[in-house]
C-alpha cells in the first residue's frame, strides 16, 4: 500500500471483501469533486471505487487480500485527507440514510444562502440596468447589498476553490469563485481608485462587455462596475444547485419508499399469545400475526389462515394473490382480508425488500459507459477553461488595450464555462430511470445494463415459468364411455389426498367444474412412485396413472393421466404447464422493438412447440430437451454469429445462462440463483414487463446521451462568444444556470 495507508492507524471495524463499503461524502459541489477522490481512492492497493456526485456516495470494493490494511478509517481519511467528509452508511434498519440527512442539511443551507443572495441581487441588478433608478450614491448602496452575497452567500465556491487550491486542484466551483472574486475586486478598484465612486455617476446595461471611458488627457476612467455580475452570477448557480439537490430528492423517491415500505412492528405469536415487538426483535422461525388490513412484517410462509395478499407496493401486480398454508408471503405487501398466521424465514437485510432497495441502490451508485467520457472532460475542462480566460484577457488587452473589456471577456469565459450540466447529464438520469422502473417492479442492477439493452437483437425465453406459469393446470377432462360424475367424485376424493403436482392440478381443475372431493372417504391409499395412486373409496377400487404412450397425442404438449374404477378406465385428465396469459402480446412487442424471441426449455419438444406456437415464436428458434450446459452453449454460439443475446429465465438451471448473456433477465417469481446472476430483475415475474424494461432501459439511456449532448453543446456554442466578448458575464451567469436546470428538469420526464 501507499504512505496515505501506512501511516494510519487501523481499527477494529474492517472492511469486508464480501459487501462494498458505501460512504456517504459531504462537502462534495460539482463532478469534478466526485473524479478528484474516485481517483485518489482508486490509488490505493486493491480498491476499485465509484464516486456518484448525484447520489453523494462512494461505493469502495476491497480486494480479498487487501482487506487487513484497508480499514473503513483508512478509506475516509483518504477523503478528508482531500477536504471533504466520508462516514459509513447504514440503512439497514429502514430509518432515513446518512446519505439522506446529509442532504437535507445540505438543501437548507442552500436555501438559506439563496435567500440572502436574491434580496442582495435584485436591487443591484435592477440598479445597474436602469439609468433612470441610479440616484446619488446608489453605487455605494449596492455595494453594500452585494458584500453578503459574495461573501456569505458565495461561501461554498470560496471554501471549495480554496481546498482546491491547497491540493493544487480545480473543479467547476474554481470557476465561479474566480468569476465573483474578479468582478467584485474589480468593481472596488472602480469605485475607490477609477472614479465608479463618484457621486452622481450613471452606468446603462449592455448586453456586451464595456469599454473604459476616457476623459480629458486620455486618462481612462473606469465608471463601469460588475457588482450586478458577481451578485446575480452567485444567485442564479445556488438557485441552479437547489433546483439540483431537490431534484436529485425527487429522483430518489421511489428507492426511499422502498426503503421504508416495510412494517415497522411485528405482532408475536407464542403460546396462544400476540404481543407487539419491534420489528428488528423478530427472530427467524417465530410466528407472527398478520390481521386484515396489516403489513405483512417480514418474509415468511403461511402455517395457519387464508386470505388475499395485496402486492403492489413490492412487485406493482393489480390483483391481490390467494394464499393459504403454505405459500410464501413478503413482507411490506399487504394483508386485505382473512387472519395469518406466518413462520417468519427472512429477517432485516435478507428480506426480498431490502435486496430490492440493495439492488436498486447499486445501480443508481453504478456509471454508465457514456458517463466514462463526461468525467474524462470533467477532470481536464476547468484547468483549460482557466487557461482560455487569461488568454482571452491577454487577447484583448492587446487588441483594444480596454482594460473593462478585456476583464469583462475573460470573466465571461469563466462564468460561462462551468459544465455543471455535463456532471448532472447521467447520474440524475440514472436516478430517475431506475427509480422509474422500482415503482413498476423492474430492479435494474447495475449502470451496464442500459448500453446492453440499446443493442439486444435476440432474446432467448426459458419456458416453464418463465413463459409458462410454472403451474400445472387441468384443460381437459374426457370421461370414457359409461364414465359417470359419480366416478370423477371418486377421483376427486382419492387425488385430494396426493400431494403431487398433477393431483392438485386435477383436483383444481375439478373443483372448478364443481365437482368435490373428500379425504375422508378415502380409505387403504397407497402411493406408488413413478407409477400412480390407488385407493378404496365408498367401498370401490379407484386409481390414477400416467396413460400409456401413444392413447392421446394431439400435438399440445399435454401430460395425460387416466383415472380406473374397479380396473375399467372411466376417465382421462389432459395436465398442462399453460403459457402466461400475457406471452403471446410479450412475444409480439418484442418483435416490434427489434427483438427476435427464442425458446429454450429442458421440456419435452412436444410441449415446447405447443408453447412457441401458443405464443407466436418460430419453430426454427425453438430448442428442447435442452441441458443447463446447452442453454450456456446456445448464448455463446449466438453470439459467436455477431448476435446481441438476452436470457430470460427463473430456475438455477437459467442461472449460467443468464450470466453469460449480454444482458440476463431474472424472473422474480423464481429462484435467488437466477435473480442473483441476472441483471434485471422482473420482480412480479410478469412477462409484459419484460419489453417493458427494455423500454425504460433504452428512453434512459437516450435521455442521458440528450443530457450530454445539450451540455456540450451550450459550452462549445458559448465559450466562442465569451471568447469574442460579445456576452455579458451575468447573462453567461444565467445561461450556465440554465442549462443545469434544463438537464435535471430533461431528466424528470423520465418519471412519467
Known sequence: MQSTKQ??????????????????????????CAARIEKKLNRLDGVSATVNYATSKATVHVAPSQVDASSIEVLTKTVDDLGYGAVLVSTDDGSRSTVEIATDIHVDDIRRRLVVAAVGALPVMVLSMIPSLQFD????????????????????????????????????????????????????????????????????MNLVPRSSVSHGHGAAEHHEIYLEVATTLTAFILAGRFFELRSRQ????????????????????????????????????????????????????????????????VTGESVPVDVTVGDDVTGGTINTNGRLLVRATRIGRNTVLAQMARLVERAQDGKAPVQRLADRVSSVFVPIVIALAITTLIMWLVITGETDRSFSAAVAVLVIACPCALGLATPVALLVGTGRAARSGIIIRGAHVLEATRVVDTMVLDKTGTLTTGVMTLVDVDLSPGGT?????????????????????????????????????????????????????????????????????????????????????????????????EAADTIRRLRDIGVTPMIASGDSWSAVRHVARETGIDESDVRAEVLPDDKLRLVHELQRTGRTVAMVGDGVNDAAALVAADLGIAMGTGTDAAMEAGDLTIVSGDLSLVPEALNISRRTLRTIKANLFWAFAYNVAALPLAVAGLMNPMLAGLAMALSSVFVVSNSLRLRR
Open 7 to 32: 501511516d494510519s492507524k487501523l481499527s477494529s471495524t474492517e472492511v469486508s471483501a464480501d459487501e462494498p463499503v458505501v460512504l456517504a461524502v459531504t462537502g462534495m459541489t460539482c463532478a469534478a
Open 485 to 581: 360424475a359419480e366416478e370423477l367424485e371418486l377421483v376427486a376424493c382419492l387425488e385430494a389426498s396426493s400431494e403431487h403436482p398433477l393431483a392438485r392440478a386435477i383436483v383444481a381443475g375439478l373443483r372448478e367444474r364443481e365437482v368435490h372431493g373428500d379425504v375422508s372417504r378415502v380409505v387403504d391409499f397407497e402411493n406408488r412412485p413413478g407409477v400412480g395412486v390407488m385407493g378404496v373409496v365408498n367401498g370401490r377400487l379407484v386409481s390414477v396413472r400416467r396413460a400409456s404412450i401413444g392413447s392421446r397425442d394431439d400435438g399440445d404438449g399435454a401430460t395425460i393421466v387416466e383415472a380406473l374404477v374397479d380396473g375399467r378406465v372411466r376417465a382421462k385428465f389432459a395436465v398442462s404447464d399453460r403459457p402466461r396469459v
Open 250 to 313: 425527487k429522483a430518489g423517491s421511489a428507492l426511499r419508499a422502498l426503503a421504508t415500505m416495510g412494517a415497522k412492528t411485528a405482532v408475536l405469536w407464542r403460546d396462544g399469545t400476540e404481543t407487539e415487538i419491534p420489528i428488528g426483535a423478530l427472530g427467524i422461525g417465530e410466528i407472527f400475526v398478520v390481521r386484515p388490513g396489516e403489513k405483512v412484517a417480514t418474509d415468511g410462509v403461511v402455517i395457519d389462515g387464508r386470505s388475499a395478499i395485496d402486492r403492489s407496493l
Open 137 to 204: 450614491g446608489w453605487q455605494w448602496v449596492s455595494l453594500a447589498l452585494a458584500t453578503p452575497v459574495v461573501t456569505w452567500s458565495a461561501l461554498p465556491f470560496h471554501r471549495a476553490a480554496w481546498r482546491n487550491a491547497v491540493h493544487r486542484t480545480t473543479t467547476m466551483d474554481t470557476l465561479v469563485s474566480l468569476g465573483v472574486i474578479a468582478a467584485t475586486l474589480w468593481s472596488l478598484w472602480a469605485l475607490v481608485f477609477g472614479g465608479a465612486g463618484t457621486i452622481g455617476m450613471t452606468m446603462d
